[in-house]
């Protein structure tokens, strides 16, 4: 029989990705989302990749009677929570909204996951371990306390998880994916990022840049002590992202894991500077970027990038897209969603 996922924020621009991976790879995906974030932009780009019309509801997970009922009305073999608010700089300035939001969802996700039995994938970050000592980064590398709320959003998930699965290990069993920095959009060009506003992540606003929307990029800081002074991070390409959701969705459904709880870095194990991305947007779009160097941001932290390798050895999953195809695939999709020839 097949197995059925249900992708809480599944409209957004991970979720819609992961979406399309797993109807591929065969599973039944039911997309749930309140839309507080995106329009149906997503959903009509998945609806029109997979040709299929996914079950969809539309639904807040702070609600816990709401999360109750869709596990009761359908048979989830295993979730994979995305909703959550994502912006740093908000989460400083709104913590109790953030706390409430992205504790309460996860919560109520256990919550039910505890009743019914369920597989459950949480959607962590490499911002869990802050500004690295070592790199890279393997899954053993000491977490750093959180510099915002956002990023303490994550650890505690993470540790509710944890603890979760060893409270009701017949009941529940997880993974956490500790994404580096995704970027870049479907092949297809019709899912991708939407951010609201101003961008605050370095690809979406270098985009806006290239359609004439924003008038400059801000390099933030070029006196880092890294090889051309920018800071480094570790891009990884979205459609690769979101298989690895795949591989870890089947490493939980086929009973293939070693212990209850298993974390996993997803990145390609590459450091890119901001001024190698931008370059390589430009030569490989044919574009020249509007750009000026500006101080450095509050909270960047100067270079991280992944050890992938357990991934690799665990899940199967390694990155594949080079960082050329999925800087195209991002003014692909910039041009699609503005209407640029
Ligand atoms: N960055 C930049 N200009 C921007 C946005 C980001 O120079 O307008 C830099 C930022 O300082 C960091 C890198 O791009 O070094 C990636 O930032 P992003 O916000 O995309 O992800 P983060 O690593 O902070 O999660």
């Given at each position: 029989m097949k197995k059925t996922v249900l992708v809480s924020g599944g409209a957004g621009y991970i979720g819609s990705h992961v979406t399309v991976e797993l109807v591929e790879a065969g599973y039944d995906v039911v997309i749930a989302d309140n839309m507080s974030n995106c329009d149906d932009t997503c959903l009509r780009g998945v609806r029109e990749i997979t040709g299929r019309d996914l079950p969809f509801y539309r639904m807040d997970f702070c609600d816990a009677k709401a999360v109750e009922q869709l596990f009761s009305d359908v048979r989830i073999d295993a979730v994979i929570h995305f909703a959550a608010y994502k912006a740093v700089g908000e989460s400083v300035a709104e913590p109790v909204k953030y706390y409430l939001n992205n504790l309460t969802s996860f919560l109520n996700v256990l919550d039910a996951a505890r009743v019914h039995g369920c597989n459950v994938l949480f959607s962590s970050s490499?911002?869990?371990?802050?500004?690295?000592?070592?790199?890279?980064?393997?899954?053993e590398s000491p977490r750093q306390s959180a510099t915002s709320p956002y990023g303490n959003t994550k650890q505690m998930c993470e540790d509710f998880l944890r603890d979760s699965v060893k409270a009701y290990p017949e009941k529940i069993r997880g993974i956490a994916l500790r994404y580096f920095n995704p970027i870049g959009a479907h092949p297809s060009a019709l899912i991708g990022e939407l951010p609201r506003?101003?961008?605050?992540?370095?690809v979406p606003f270098i985009t806006q840049t290239a359609s004439g929307i924003r008038e400059c990029l801000s390099i933030?800081?070029?006196?880092?002590?890294t090889p051309d002074g920018t800071c480094q991070r570790d891009y990884i390409d979205i459609v690769d992202l979101a298989k690895a959701h795949v591989c870890a969705v089947r490493r939980m459904l086929d009973g293939?894991?070693?212990?209850g709880y298993e974390i996993f870095n997803i990145g390609t194990g590459r450091p890119v500077s901001v001024l190698e991305l931008v370059n390589t947007f430009e030569r490989v779009n044919g574009l020249k970027l509007n750009y000026r160097f500006a101080p450095r941001r509050a909270g960047d932290v100067t270079a991280i990038w992944a050890d992938p390798s357990l991934a690799e050895r665990k899940l199967g999953w390694k990155a594949g897209r080079s960082l050329d195809e999925t800087l195209k695939s991002a003014w692909e999709w910039e041009k699609h969603i503005r209407g640029i020839k």
């Open positions: 490499a911002t869990v371990y802050g500004e690295p000592d070592k790199l890279p980064v393997t899954e506003g101003v961008p605050n992540n370095l933030f800081g070029n006196d880092y002590p293939k894991m070693e212990s």
